[in-house]
């Protein structure tokens, strides 16, 4: 019904830059909020950034600064811009996104498929 593809990710190395995509398609009607939580090696799952259509943003504290969100609306499309990485970053990230299909007009949740960020000292 909904399908996110995910896309970057890969090995980064301290202080560098990579970036992530979130690209939604499917019975969308419309997309409200998109982010990416990541989750690394025996942690929780955390969010790292969310933003919603309209442009709110909330960054985790470990990121901000560092990490750029953004969106393409007509797209349903999500960047998430990653500078200054350090190895703490090094996650299994993955991309969701709030969407309201043609058949369900209650936001339901769905996930990327998820994209491996590792950064070497």
């Known amino acids: 019904q909904v399908q996110l593809v995910e896309s970057g990710g890969g090995l980064g190395q301290s202080g560098g830059s990579l970036r992530l995509s979130c690209a939604a398609s499917g019975s969308i009607y419309k997309v409200e909020r998109m982010g990416w939580f990541r989750q690394a090696p025996g942690m929780e799952r955390e969010l790292v950034a969310r933003?919603?259509?309209?442009?709110?943003?909330d960054y985790a504290d470990s990121v901000k600064g560092r990490f750029t969100i953004s969106r393409d609306n007509a797209k349903n499309t999500a960047f998430l811009q990653m500078t200054g990485l350090i190895p703490e970053d090094t996650a299994v990230y993955y991309c969701?996104?709030?969407?309201?299909?043609?058949?369900?007009?209650?936001?339901?949740?769905?996930w990327g498929q998820g994209t491996q960020v590792t950064v070497s000292i």
């Open positions: 969701y996104a709030d969407v309201i299909t043609t058949t369900n007009w209650v936001p339901q949740k769905y």
């Open positions: 933003i919603s259509r309209g442009g709110d943003i």
